[in-house]
């Protein structure tokens, strides 16, 4: 059985999650606190960090390096579109994502005011909240300009572009950081993505100490 | 003309310039301070980072991302191997160098020591250097246990995981952040790739008001 370490509001193990889900690959899931790494743990992945994808009796890890293996071996359905271009593109907006958006926004509003609570690290600093909830408005206002174009992020078709994004997204929606009434594309597009079948189980996360809100889980928000 | 937007002491520039000489793309390099952006740059590029690839007209951004395209238009020599593992494996460890190694090593030696004096903003920090002098042994040491069971980093031929590497660490070198007596195995690596014709004009580099080391360029360091 294939196994994926994570922790359920982590960008990098959503977007793999999603990616499963999407190509219909079985896993269990296993929440590991990375943050208190056993020798087990760091055995699997010497970076310390999750997702950690067990696979065939192999470990594997960093999140972009185990979408493109898994699209790889199962290139159905697609997740990289069909020319060197537009894959480019897909690829350029995975990173934007996991660097830009990541430092940005994700850094500042998620990891202050989740990770250091469940880690132990004390309080949310103000200036982080701040810095990150100006920098959101940006990166929604980019990609509500790349959906004016296209039908999703990187061209007319649904790619690890989206899925990335969308990982990002649902962790900050989760705590309640999205202004959905910013722009209307991007909550179509949310929307869109979110009522897909392999959004369910991230969209059944439960985090202690974390309450839901009402509108997360609805596919009407 | 192809034209890539760079500045000369960025690892994320110098993987680029790599992977172009490796499959011999002819490319003018241009000199560009990000951190002063123009109006110009900013439409060639959003994100307001370098490298940008100017290339058949369109702007490419995002190394990584860059080098997959040029790895797909121009496949010969091949800088990513046979096999999906194998594959993982070369992009894995690039994802580990341009993340972990980046934000332990590379942001505490080099961005300290020459970003912050060429963009103004003050002098390094004495935690950061020894945090990334500490932390930059652990990577040694890991690419040293690789290279015990492989002749290149990802498997038995040279890869974007060793371009990505190298390029880091020829940065690091430039400003004499790289103990070459600690692992005989990692020097011979960097012998290695170092002779490579691709490597030439990134040991042509003069960066003004930080002089080349005597071995900076020297093959038989």
């Given amino acids: 059985m294939n196994r994926l370490y994570h922790v359920p509001l982590s960008p990098f193990c959503r977007k793999v999650r999603l990616v499963l889900a999407e190509k219909k690959i079985e896993v269990e899931l296993v929440d590991e606190k990375y943050w208190e790494p056993s020798a087990d743990f760091l055995r699997r992945n010497p970076a310390g960090k999750v997702p950690v994808l067990k696979m065939g009796g192999t470990h594997l890890t960093e999140s972009h390096a185990i979408v493109e293996y898994l699209e790889e071996l199962h290139p159905t359905p697609a997740l990289l579109p069909g020319t060197p271009q537009d894959r480019f593109e897909a690829r350029r907006l995975v990173m934007w994502f996991d660097d830009k958006f990541h430092n940005e926004v994700t850094k500042n509003l998620l990891y202050e005011r989740v990770n250091k609570k469940i880690m132990g690290q004390g309080y949310p600093e103000s200036r982080a909240i701040k810095t990150g909830a100006q920098k959101i408005k940006y990166h929604i206002d980019y990609m509500g300009w790349l959906?004016?174009?296209?039908?999703?992020?990187?061209?007319?078709?649904?790619?690890?572009a989206d899925f990335t994004a969308a990982a990002h997204f649902s962790c900050l929606d989760y705590i309640r950081d999205i202004d959905w009434n910013r722009n209307a594309a991007v909550k179509d597009w949310y929307a869109k993505i979110k009522s897909r079948p392999a959004f369910r189980s991230i969209l059944a996360d439960q985090i202690p100490g974390f309450i839901q809100p009402p509108h997360y889980a609805d596919l009407d928000f």
Same sequence: chains 1, 2.
């Fill in 147 to 160: 959906l004016e174009q296209r039908r999703w992020l990187a061209g007319d078709a649904m790619t690890i």
